[in-house]
Nanobody
Framework: QVQLVESGGGLVQAGGSLRLSCAAS????????MGWFRQAPGKEREFVAG????????HYADSLKGRITISRDNAKNMVYLQMNSLKPEDTAVYYC??????????????????WGQGTQVIVSS
């Protein structure tokens, strides 16, 4: 099977930056797309960014465009989320997700079959 582990979360001041990492292990050859989602207390899990592992195409949530960049290192089985100009409303648990071959882009949690445990991001004023 596939295991996903996020890291890089923490506490940062508003306007600062963080880079989240997602390490994939196991049967990584079964993963064709990777995505980042986030969930704040009392809110639905929302799409942040996605990337195709084959062509490298990316897709971003409208509300975050210009402040985030998703990237991949296929040789290391790693996916990253660079976040800049962070705002307090970015505070959430961020989840890494992987999906099998299929349609693109994928912005719904149900379109991903593998999930990490999440990493907490807190942005202070």
């Amino acid at each position: 099977q596939v295991q996903l582990v996020e890291s890089g979360g923490g506490l940062v001041q508003a306007g600062g930056s963080l880079r989240l990492s997602c390490a994939a292990s196991g049967r990584t050859s079964s993963i064709y797309v990777m995505g980042w989602f986030r969930q704040a207390p009392g809110k639905e899990r929302e799409f942040v960014a996605g990337i195709s592992l084959s062509g490298g195409g990316t897709h971003y949530a409208d509300s975050l465009k210009g402040r985030i960049t998703i990237s991949r290192d296929n040789a290391k089985n790693m996916v990253y989320l660079q976040m800049n100009s962070l705002k307090p409303e970015d505070t959430a648990v961020y989840y890494c997700a992987g999906g099998s071959i299929g349609a693109w882009p994928r912005i719904r949690p149900s379109e991903y079959g593998y999930w990490g445990q999440g990493t907490q991001v807190i942005v202070s004023s």
